[in-house]
C-alpha cells in the first residue's frame, strides 16, 4: 500500500479494540437478540482489516499472532467437536446440551454457544486469510 | 463382533508405526490378528454349528433413521468369516515375504488388514445398510490394493475398472436395499428374511429383485460385468489370492446367500440368477482358453467357479445350496493355494507364461506339493474336497428343472477346461523338461510355502475325512435356506450317474491336457472377438464420458467471469420464467401498501447507482457505487425490521468494498470496451434478470404464507432450544448441519483462493505435461 495516513492509523487504534469487543458481544448475545457467530466474525475481521488498512499487512498478522488458515482450522474443529459432545451423554450428533447454572454477563451456556463460537472463528479465518493473501505483495 | 471389526480398525492404524519397529519380517505379528479372531470364531463353532444357535449384538447407531451397528454371526457367517480370517492370516504372513524389500510394503499390511475388516463387516453384518457400507469399504481398499503398483498404468487402469464396475453396481445395489428396507419395513437382515412372502408379494419385489443383483453380480464378476477380475490381477499376487479366495467377489455370492429367503424362490429369481450364472460358468472356461499367465488363467477360472456358485443359489433348493456352499468351502481352499503357488513360481523364476516354465520341482519342492495337492482339488479328482463339490454339484443338475443335455452339458465342459487348467497350473510349472526362465531359479524362503501347502492339504484332509467339514456345509446351508437339513458327504457312494459324469469329465479333461497346444490355438479366436465384448463397450463408454466431460467443461467452464454471470442468470431467467408462465394462474399482484417518503429516496438511489455504473470508466469508482446499491440494501432490510440481516449485509457490504479495491489495484486500466452491441444484449439480460425477480416478489407476496415452518420454529425456539432469536437458533440449532456445511465451504473457498493466488500455476502445469507423457508412453507399452 502507499503512504501511511496518520488520521487513519490513529482511528484504528481505537476503533479496533472496540470493533472486536463489539464483535465478542455479538456473539454472546446472537441467541437471544440480534448478533450470532456469523456476524460477530465479519466485525472481528472488519476490525483487523482496518488496522491492515492503516499499518499495512504485516503489522496486521503481527498483531493477529495467529495464522488465518489455523484459524479456520480451529473454528471448524471446535463447530465439529460442539456438535460431538451429545454423543458423550448418549445423544444423536448435534444435540443441543444446556449448563442449568447462567454465567454472569455470558448469560446461558451450551453447546450452540460454542458451535457458534466455531462459525465466528472459521468465517474471520477465512475473510482474513482472502485478504491478507490478495493484500500481500 | 464389534469388538472385532473396531479392533481391527484400530490396527490397521498401529500398522505404520509397528512396520517401522519390526521390519519386513513383522508379517508373522500382523497375522496374529486375523489369528486370535479365528481362534475367537472356533471356539464359538460348536455353539452356532452344532447347536444351530445365532450370536447377536445390536448397538444403537442413528436412532433417527432406524440404522443399528447389528451384528449377528450364523452358519453362513461362520463359513465366510473362518475363511476370511483363516486365508487373511496366510496372505499376510506371505505378503511378508513376497512384498520384502518393496518400498511401500507397510502400506500394503495396513491396506490388507483393512480389506480383511471391511469384508468380515459385511458378512458379519445384520442391518442391510451396515452391510452396505462394509460392502464399500471393500470396493474401496480392494481399489487401493488393485492399483497398488500405482507406477504402473495396467495397474492404474485396472483399479479404476475394478472401482467403476463395482461401485456403479453398489449404486444399484443402495438402491435396492433401500426399496427393500421400504417394501419389508425394516433393515435388520433377520427380521426382512422372516417376512420373505410379503417382499415377494410386494409391486416393488421385481425392481428390488433386478437392482440387488446387479449390485451381487458387478461384485462377483458375473458376466456381462467379469472383464474386470481377470485384469485386477495387476495387484501383487497376495492380494489377489485374498480377492479370489475369500473376499470381495465372494461378497456378491455371500449376498446372493443371505438374502435367498427373502428374494428365492420365484421363477424371476431362478431365471435371472441361474441363467447368468450358467453364462458366467461357460463364459470363464472358455475366456481361459488360450490364456499363458498364471494368474490369467487362474482368474478365468475363478470367473467360472463365481458363475458355478451363482447358478447353484438361482437353483436355491437344499441340494443345490448344500452343492453352493460346498464350492464356496472348497474354491476358497484352492484357489488361495494356486495364486499363491503362482506368485512363489514368479518371485522364484521371473516369469508367468506357462510356456517357459517347467522342472521347478527340484528348486522349490513344497511349493510343488502344495501345487499338487490344490490342483488336485481344483480339477475334481478324488480324495480332494474338489471332487466332493464337483460331485454334488452334478447330482443338484441332476435333480434341476433344467434340460440335462444343456446343464450337464456346459457343467461337463467346464469341468474338463477346468482339469486342463489345473493342469497347465499346478503341474506343468513343477515337471517335465526345464525350460528357459528369465532368471535361474532360486529356492523360496518358509513364508511362500507354508500358506499354500495349509491350505492345499487342508482340502485335501477334509476330502479324506469328510465329517470334518460336514456341521460346517449343514450350518451353512440351514442358515441359507432357514429350515433345518442333514448333509451327508462320502467320497465313495457307489456306482451312481453322478459318477459316470465325474469320469467323462475327467476323461474329456485328460483328454483335453493331451491335445492342450491346439485348443490353446483355437483361444485365439477371443482376440479376435475382443472389439465385440464387454469390455470394448466399457472402454468406449468410458471414452465417451471423458470426451462428453472435457467438452462440457471447456463449454461451461472457460474461464471467463462476465460469461459465467450470464449463463447463471440466463438459467435462472429461463428455468424459472418458464415455470412462472406456465403457472400463470398462480399470478396476482397483492396489495402495494404504503409506499414511504424514505423508501423512495433508498431505492431512487440505488436505481441512479445502478444507471451510472455500466458508464464509469474507472475501477474504482465502480466499486463505490456498487457499495452505494448495498448500503442501500442495508437500509431496506433495516426498514423491513431485518436487523440481522441489515448487520450482516453492512458487514459483508464493507469488507467486499476493500475486497475489490484490493483485487482492482493490481489489474490494469481498462483498455478494451467492449462494443456497443455486446452492451445492448448485456442490458437486455440484466433486463431480464431483474423482471424476473420482480414478478417473483410480486408473486410471492401475493400468496399466503405456507405458515408450518415458521411457526414452528417461532413456538420452539425458547423452550426447545433455550434462544429468543429465532434467526441464530435455526442457524446454530434448527438447521445447525447446513451451518455446519457451509463453513466447512467458506473454509475451502477461503483455501481456493489462497491457492490461485499463491501457488505459481505455470510450474504446475509443466509437472503435468510431463507426467501425462511418461503415460502415454507407458501406455503405449502396455497395448
Redesign the interface.
Given at each position: 500500500m502507499r503512504g501511511r495516513s496518520e488520521i487513519l492509523a490513529t482511528a484504528a487504534r481505537y476503533l479496533m479494540p472496540l470493533l472486536i469487543v463489539f464483535s465478542i458481544f455479538?456473539l454472546l448475545r446472537?441467541?437471544?437478540?440480534?448478533?450470532?457467530?456469523?456476524?460477530g466474525g465479519?466485525?472481528a475481521?472488519?476490525a483487523i482489516?482496518l488496522y491492515m488498512?492503516a499499518e499495512g499487512v504485516q503489522a496486521a498478522r503481527d498483531l493477529l499472532k495467529i495464522e488465518?488458515?489455523l484459524l479456520?482450522a480451529i473454528?471448524?474443529l471446535v463447530?465439529?467437536s460442539s456438535?460431538m459432545l451429545a454423543w458423550m451423554v448418549n445423544q444423536?450428533f448435534?444435540t443441543?446440551l444446556?449448563w442449568k447454572h447462567p454465567l454472569p454477563v455470558v448469560g446461558?451456556v451450551?453447546t450452540?454457544?460454542v458451535?457458534?463460537l466455531?462459525?465466528y472463528l472459521?468465517?474471520m479465518?477465512?475473510?482474513l486469510?482472502?485478504?491478507f493473501?490478495?493484500?500481500e505483495d | 463382533m464389534l469388538v472385532i471389526i473396531l479392533s481391527g480398525f484400530i490396527f490397521a492404524a498401529l500398522i505404520p508405526w509397528l512396520y517401522r519397529r519390526f521390519g519386513p519380517r513383522s508379517g508373522w505379528l500382523f497375522a496374529l490378528l486375523p489369528l486370535s479372531w479365528l481362534v475367537y470364531l472356533a471356539g464359538q463353532a460348536p455353539f452356532i454349528l452344532g447347536q444351530g444357535q445365532v450370536i447377536e449384538e445390536r448397538i444403537s447407531w442413528?436412532?433417527?433413521l432406524g440404522v443399528e451397528l447389528a451384528f449377528r454371526l450364523d452358519g453362513l457367517g461362520m463359513l465366510f468369516a473362518l475363511l476370511i480370517t483363516g486365508i487373511g492370516a496366510l496372505v499376510i504372513i506371505y505378503g511378508g515375504g513376497y512384498l520384502d524389500g518393496h518400498p511401500y510394503q507397510g502400506r500394503f499390511f495396513v491396506l490388507i488388514t483393512l480389506f480383511m475388516v471391511a469384508m468380515l463387516g459385511v458378512v458379519l453384518s445384520d442391518h442391510l445398510f451396515l452391510l452396505f457400507i462394509f460392502w464399500e469399504l471393500t470396493s474401496i481398499t480392494s481399489f487401493l490394493l488393485i492399483g497398488f503398483e500405482h507406477q504402473r498404468y495396467g495397474a492404474r487402469a485396472a483399479a479404476w475398472q475394478a472401482l467403476l464396475v463395482t461401485a456403479g453396481g453398489g449404486l444399484a445395489l443402495l438402491a435396492g436395499l433401500v426399496l427393500l428396507s421400504q417394501v419389508a419395513g425394516s433393515g435388520l437382515i433377520s427380521v426382512i428374511n422372516q417376512n420373505g412372502a410379503v417382499v415377494r408379494n410386494s409391486p416393488l419385489y421385481p425392481m428390488v429383485l433386478l437392482l440387488i443383483l446387479i449390485g451381487a453380480f458387478t461384485k462377483s464378476a458375473q458376466f456381462p460385468f467379469h472383464f474386470w477380475l481377470p485384469n485386477a490381477m495387476a495387484a501383487p499376487t497376495p492380494v489377489s489370492a485374498y480377492l479370489h479366495s475369500a473376499t470381495m467377489v465372494k461378497a456378491g455370492v455371500f449376498l446372493l446367500a443371505r438374502l435367498t429367503p427373502v428374494l428365492a424362490e420365484t421363477p424371476l429369481w431362478q431365471m435371472l440368477v441361474s441363467g447368468v450364472g450358467f453364462l458366467t460358468l461357460l463364459t470363464g472356461a472358455l475366456l481361459a482358453l488360450g490364456q499363458r499367465d498364471l494368474k490369467r488363467l487362474l482368474a478365468y477360472t475363478t470367473v467360472g467357479a463365481l458363475g458355478t456358485m451363482t447358478f447353484l443359489l438361482g437353483l436355491s433348493d437344499a441340494l443345490a445350496v448344500k452343492a453352493a456352499v460346498l464350492y464356496i468351502l472348497a474354491h476358497g481352499l484352492y484357489k488361495g493355494a494356486l495364486f499363491l503357488v503362482a506368485g512363489a513360481v514368479d518371485h522364484s523364476t521371473g516369469t508367468r507364461d506357462i510356456e517357459r516354465l517347467g522342472n521347478l520341482a527340484s528348486t522349490v519342492p513344497q511349493v510343488a506339493l502344495a501345487a499338487l495337492l490344490a490342483g488336485i482339488s481344483m480339477a475334481g479328482l478324488p480324495p480332494a474336497l474338489g471332487f466332493l463339490a464337483k460331485e454334488l454339484f452334478f447330482e443338484s443338475l441332476m435333480e434341476s428343472t433344467w434340460p440335462l443335455y444343456l446343464s450337464l452339458g456346459g457343467a461337463i465342459l467346464a469341468g474338463a477346461i477346468n482339469f486342463v487348467v489345473a493342469a497347465l497350473v499346478a503341474f506343468k510349472p513343477f515337471w517335465g523338461r526345464a525350460q528357459d526362465v528369465p532368471h535361474p531359479p532360486h529356492p523360496v524362503s518358509v513364508e511362500f510355502w507354508l500358506g499354500p501347502l495349509i491350505l492345499s492339504g487342508l482340502g485335501l484332509v477334509v476330502g479324506v475325512i469328510p465329517a470334518l467339514t460336514i456341521p460346517l456345509i449343514q450350518g451353512a446351508a440351514q442358515s441359507v435356506l432357514q429350515f433345518p437339513l442333514k448333509v451327508k458327504l462320502a467320497l465313495w457312494h457307489g456306482m451312481t450317474p453322478v459318477l459316470g459324469l465325474s469320469l467323462l469329465t475327467m476323461g474329456l479333461g485328460g483328454l483335453g491336457w493331451a491335445i492342450y497346444r491346439s485348443l490353446w490355438q483355437g483361444g485365439r479366436i477371443w482376440q479376435k472377438l475382443a472389439p465385440v465384448g464387454p469390455a470394448h463397450l466399457y472402454e468406449v463408454g468410458l471414452t465417451g464420458l471423458r470426451r462428453f466431460a472435457a467438452w462440457q467443461t471447456r463449454v461451461l467452464q472457460n474461464g471467463y467471469l462476465r460469461f459465467y454471470v450470464m449463463t447463471i442468470v440466463l438459467t435462472t431467467v429461463l428455468l424459472t420464467g418458464f415455470t412462472l408462465l406456465s403457472r400463470l394462474s398462480w399470478l396476482g399482484v397483492g396489495g402495494w401498501g404504503s409506499i414511504r417518503f424514505y423508501e423512495v429516496v433508498v431505492v431512487a438511489l440505488m436505481i441512479m447507482a445502478a444507471v451510472v455504473i455500466p458508464r464509469l470508466r474507472s475501477r474504482l469508482a465502480t466499486i463505490a457505487t456498487m457499495g452505494m446499491i448495498g448500503y442501500g440494501l442495508v437500509l431496506i432490510y433495516l426498514i423491513y425490521s431485518a436487523?440481522?440481516l441489515a448487520?450482516?449485509q453492512f458487514?459483508?457490504e464493507?469488507?467486499t468494498v476493500?475486497?475489490f479495491v484490493?483485487?482492482v489495484y493490481r489489474l490494469p486500466k481498462f483498455t478494451l470496451l467492449t462494443p456497443s452491441p455486446t452492451r445492448f444484449l448485456d442490458l437486455l439480460v440484466a433486463i431480464a434478470g431483474g423482471m424476473l425477480m420482480t414478478a417473483l416478489v410480486l408473486v410471492v407476496t401475493a400468496r399466503p404464507m405456507v405458515p408450518h415452518i415458521s411457526d414452528y420454529f417461532a413456538q420452539n425456539s425458547l423452550t426447545l432450544?433455550?434462544?429468543?432469536?429465532v434467526?441464530?437458533?435455526i442457524?446454530?440449532?434448527f438447521r445447525?448441519?447446513d451451518?455446519?456445511g457451509e463453513?466447512?465451504v467458506?473454509?475451502l473457498?477461503?483455501?481456493g483462493?489462497?491457492a490461485l493466488?499463491?501457488l505459481t500455476l505455470g510450474r504446475l502445469m509443466v509437472h503435468f505435461e510431463g507426467l501425462e507423457e511418461e503415460e502415454e508412453v507407458e501406455h503405449e507399452r502396455a497395448l
Open positions: 455479538l446472537g441467541h437471544n437478540e440480534i448478533g450470532g457467530g456469523f456476524v465479519l466485525v475481521s472488519v482489516v488498512l488465518p488458515r479456520i473454528g471448524l463447530a465439529l456438535a444423536p448435534m443441543g444446556w446461558k451450551g450452540p454457544l458451535f457458534d466455531g462459525v472459521t468465517v479465518g477465512t475473510t486469510m482472502i485478504l493473501t490478495l493484500a | 442413528m436412532p433417527s436487523p440481522d448487520m450482516v458487514a459483508i464493507t469488507l476493500i475486497l484490493l483485487a432450544a433455550n434462544g429468543r432469536n434467526v441464530n437458533v442457524l446454530v440449532d445447525g448441519l451451518t455446519l463453513i466447512t467458506l473454509a473457498a477461503g483455501i483462493v489462497y493466488v499463491r
